[in-house]
């Protein structure tokens, strides 16, 4: 399961900007963390698999992998916006180039959720099947690319990456910086006070 709360957690609680870079995060393992994910240093086919639920850095390292494989029931959210944050780093980045610009305005400026069908449905995953099969549809693909023609596999990776990079030129520096300002404004606070809120409601 692609989840990340302990990403999640870090992020609720830096109510500014100095208590973010403080953090055990920090801005260049923040920025270098999802550079890394189609570095030419990082060469070997990454595969991620998501049954559950998947948002903020657990989404964001299942939609950086080659191959990403959802339970057609899964729950994808991004986060920010429902956060107070812009959809900066990874967000601005890769969806879309995974699914085109209109839906990714559509769910990263409302944070809406979408099941692993629909993420399927338009591009957004590889692949969407049931939580039963899953894990036997992963496995076999790990097997057939680990036991694949090593180097035509991981040269084709790296031409098709050169997207990622360029995508990563256009808008992951820029719309980093501009998810770093809410940290100084009261949005974050907010989401965050509306969050606790409604969890102790739910206690």
């Not at 990454?46 to 850095?57: K, S």
């Not at 939580?131 to 790990?142: H, P, Q």
């Amino acid at each position: 399961m692609a989840h990340c709360p302990g990403f999640m957690f870090d992020v609720a609680v830096a109510r500014t900007a100095y208590e973010f870079l403080d953090s055990e995060i920090g801005l260049e393992a923040f920025s270098e963390k999802y550079f890394n994910a189609f570095s030419e240093r990082y060469e070997d086919i990454t595969q991620d698999d998501i049954n559950g639920a998947a948002e903020g850095g657990g989404l964001a390292i299942a939609l950086l992998s080659d191959i990403s494989i959802a339970a057609k029931d899964a729950q994808l959210v991004d986060p920010h916006i429902a956060m107070g944050l812009a959809a900066g780093d990874h967000a601005a980045m890769i969806w879309p180039l995974l699914c085109g610009m209109a839906k990714s305005k559509l769910y990263l400026l409302t944070s809406d959720a979408l099941t692993g069908s629909e993420a399927e449905r338009i591009g957004l995953v590889s692949l969407a099947v049931s939580s039963e099969e899953i894990m036997d549809v992963a496995r076999d693909y790990a097997v057939r690319l680990a036991e694949g023609p090593k180097f035509a596999i991981r040269y084709t990776k790296r031409a098709l990456n050169q997207w990622l990079r360029l995508g990563g030129i256009t808008s992951h520096d820029y719309s980093s910086a501009l998810e770093l300002l809410n940290f100084f404004g009261p949005e974050l606070g907010e989401a965050v006070d509306k969050a606790q809120k409604t969890k102790e409601h739910e206690d």
